[in-house]
């Protein structure tokens, strides 16, 4: 932005009030090329996740030519992805962008009303976690009314970080992630044992990644640490990436992971939808998935 003293006089100091003025199209310091480059990923919406350099260049008015040189721009860069049709859909890393807005008017703030309605309505302990590499951070927790046995994990609060390999957040995170990203998270990663369950070789990580696309959530049961269950799915952005994870967990000698899922998961579901739909993200998915127990 550049100032200006256009604005009105200021009787109250000693010279002209100076205002803000974001700057004019006729600005020379104005980027054309950026404005395009943005206007193309602002043409990738939710109902057309995917589109052609036809269909950008029509929507935009500019020649096929120049649209497929900034597309080539973005694609290089990382912000677009392109298929085995040679068409485009927006990479993740559009969304770490909105990530970062995000922090800026805090996720954590605008996620709140609804963990504290899914803890009233579930009575056990709800989270939200983001990815950081391979772990997941946590950047809100609300612990449940009841009080079960303390274990491994179970003393997560803001600002913790956990392995995503061993959690159902951070399985719903690790599922979202492009290849390279993926195969980058899993190089840092050692396949610990912490739980009875714990998944301890990459084939059988990818395998459980699998499931969690087909299914939409993710479960860890006493993976992280015994006696410790726990259910996830995304909170998603208008085009669809997961922003985060929302979660429940629970001891599992207060309630069986069957019961998690048909009792607890629809609530969760529920609240995973609201808080999305903040961001503009509208459900694709049959709302009974996570009443059906993953086998």
Known sequence: ????????????????????????????????????????????????????????????????????????????????????????????????????????????????????????????????????????????????????????????????????????MGKVLLAALAEDDLRSALSETQLIKRGPNTITTKKGLRAALDEVREEGFAVSDEELARGLIAIACPVRSEGGQPLAAMGISADSGMISMQELQSELGPHLLAAADRLSSRFGHRRRYARDRLLKPMP
């Open 1 to 168: 932005m550049r100032r200006t003293t256009s604005g009105p006089q200021d009787h109250r100091g000693t010279g002209e009030a100076e205002a803000w003025a974001l700057p004019s199209l006729r600005e020379p310091r104005y980027s054309q090329s950026l404005e395009r480059g943005l206007a193309i990923l602002g043409c990738f919406t939710q109902q057309r996740p995917v589109l052609g350099i036809a269909d950008i260049a029509d929507e935009l008015g500019m020649s096929r030519s120049t649209t497929h040189r900034y597309a080539t721009t973005l694609l290089a860069l990382g912000y677009l992805e392109q298929g085995i049709s040679r068409k485009y859909r927006l990479s993740l890393k559009v969304a770490d962008l909105g990530m970062s807005a995000l922090s800026s008017t805090d996720l954590a703030e605008h996620a709140r009303p609804h963990l504290q309605a899914l803890r009233e309505e579930s009575s056990s302990t709800v989270s939200l976690a983001i990815l950081d590499g391979a772990d997941i951070l946590c950047i809100d927790r609300i612990e449940s009314p009841r009080r079960p046995p303390m274990r491994a994990g179970s003393d997560l609060t803001r600002g913790t970080r956990l392995p995503a390999y061993c959690t159902a």
